[in-house]
Antibody, heavy 118, light 107 residues
Framework: EVQLVESGGGLVQPGGSLRLSCAASGFTFSSYDMNWVRQAPGKGLEWVSYIDTSGSTIYYADSVKGRFTISRDNAKNSLYLQMNSLRSEDTAVYYC???????????WGQGTLVTVSS | DIQMTQSPSSLSASVGDRVTITCRASQSITIYLNWYQQKLGKAPKLLIYAASSLQSGVPSRFSGSGFGTDFSLTISSLQPEDFATYYCQQSYSTPLTFGGGTKVEIK
């Protein structure tokens, strides 16, 4: 069974940092591109970042470019999101999702809540 | 950036109703359009990919259509478990973008 489990969320002050992790199991992690998506409270879905299988191709939403860094460790079956210079508008549930290119994102984690507040 | 415009933003319908949600892209995305269902407090669930392909395990009352800039998701006979929020998403180019969502509520 495919599982994606996010962790690392919590309460952080504006300007602070947080590192999210997404542990993958049940599939060959190294064969799939991955994404981070977030959802602010009561709002819609916002794509945050994409990384290909090797980590050589990476994209970010403009809203996080220069502050967030996506990475992966295929040996550990894990995806990461390093979030720096956090702002109140970064408050959201963060999901990792397995990318199947033109076949949509079938598998998502349960999400981890990041709250940026003083 | 490709903007995705969903309509309506919300609708009220009864069990058994036929419901159609539309999604318009600001430029052609050919068939790179996916539909997701999200229930409160849960992760999104993939319903339709590549505009019209039904994800395995999803009931056949869900269908998708469209090409280019105009797409639709249809629920042929609304069931109690279908009351949720639905999102379209383009996977044609980055930044990957979602529609604003359509909340389907019970009439």
């Amino acid at each position: 069974e495919v599982q994606l489990v996010e962790s690392g969320g919590g309460l952080v002050q504006p300007g602070g940092s947080l590192r999210l992790s997404c542990a993958a199991s049940g599939f060959t992690f190294s064969s799939y591109d991955m994404n981070w998506v977030r959802q602010a409270p009561g709002k819609g879905l916002e794509w945050v970042s994409y990384i290909d299988t090797s980590g050589s191709t990476i994209y970010y939403a403009d809203s996080v470019k220069g502050r967030f860094t996506i990475s992966r460790d295929n040996a550990k079956n894990s995806l990461y999101l390093q979030m720096n210079s956090l702002r109140s508008e970064d408050t959201a549930v963060y999901y990792c999702a397995r990318d199947r290119a033109s076949s949509g994102w079938l598998n998502w984690g349960q999400g981890t809540l990041v709250t940026v507040s003083s | 950036d490709i903007q995705m415009t969903q309509s309506p933003s919300s609708l009220s319908a009864s069990v058994g109703d036929r419901v159609t949600i539309t999604c318009r892209a600001s430029q052609s995305i050919t068939i790179y359009l996916n539909w997701y269902q999200q229930k409160l407090g849960k992760a999104p669930k993939l319903l339709i990919y590549a505009a019209s392909s039904l994800q395995s395990g999803v009931p056949s009352r869900f269908s998708g259509s469209g090409f280019g800039t105009d797409f639709s998701l249809t629920i042929s006979s609304l069931q109690p478990e279908d009351f949720a929020t639905y999102y379209c998403q383009q996977s044609y180019s980055t930044p990957l973008t979602f529609g604003g969502g359509t909340k389907v509520e019970i009439k």
